[in-house]
């Protein structure tokens, strides 16, 4: 089994409404997404799928969310704009992208600083 993964990062503001603590005022974050994905075997150019690709489907992702305040977005609404949600939101979007491809979609990370992340599957 192969594990292919692909980093990049956007920048955004948010706050959290019913979280007690600084994190409850506006604050902005450079967020690092790793997207992880698996396949079986290689292909005849001995790859499992394009890195290239894979950063294109996260860039297009993560545009929505790149230099907006999140809590002003209609995804989140009505949940708080939370490292977990994020990652669930952006394996949501990400997920039908890899469907008739060679690889199957496992982790999308999301980590809001160098040393707190969280890592969402389903």
Known sequence: MYQLFVEDHFDAAHYL???RGKCERMHG???KVVVRASAASLGNDGMAYDFAEM???LREAMAELDHNCLNDLPAFTSMAPSSE???AWLYARLQPQFEGTPVKLDVVEVWESPTAGVVYSR
Request: proline share 8%.
């Open 55 to 57: 950063k294109r489907l």
């Open 85 to 87: 949600n994020i990652a």
């Open 17 to 19: 409404p019913d979280y």
């Open 29 to 31: 974050h450079r967020f």
